[in-house]
């Protein structure tokens, strides 16, 4: 089983920065992929909400559909804990991310959610 731990969401301002993280625990040697999801109030985590997920064996990153993300937001992994740092933030950045884990054989799991909200 593995255990996931967000950290990072908050308040910035537009044109502000964050960045989050997802620690990683337990049988992290399952894993197969790591991304982030973000999901405003009344939308479902599915793939057309997926910001980016990482290949935990070659670390090969793969960004969403949203070119706006693509642009300003990166992904890494140290260790255990992905980041995805956030730069040039908009309005419509404002979400609760969710980290989650794929393992090889078995359910995904997620972390609790972290909210990024940003003024304008």
């Known amino acids: 089983q593995v255990q996931l731990v967000e950290s990072g969401g908050g308040l910035a301002q537009t044109g502000g920065s964050l960045r989050l993280a997802c620690a990683a625990s337990g049988r992290t040697s399952d894993i197969h992929t790591l991304g982030w999801f973000r999901q405003e109030p009344g939308e479902s985590r599915d793939e057309a909400n997926l910001?980016?997920?990482?290949?935990?064996?070659?670390?090969?990153?793969d960004y969403g559909h949203d070119d706006s993300v693509k642009d300003r937001f990166t992904m890494s992994k140290d260790k255990d804990t992905v980041y995805l740092q956030m730069d040039r933030l908009k309005p419509e950045d404002t979400a609760r991310y969710h980290c989650?884990?794929?393992?090889?054989?078995?359910?995904?799991?997620w972390g609790q959610g972290t909210q990024v909200t940003v003024s304008s």
């Open positions: 910001v980016a997920r990482i290949t935990w064996s070659n670390g090969r990153i």
């Open positions: 989650y884990a794929d393992p090889h054989n078995g359910p995904r799991t």
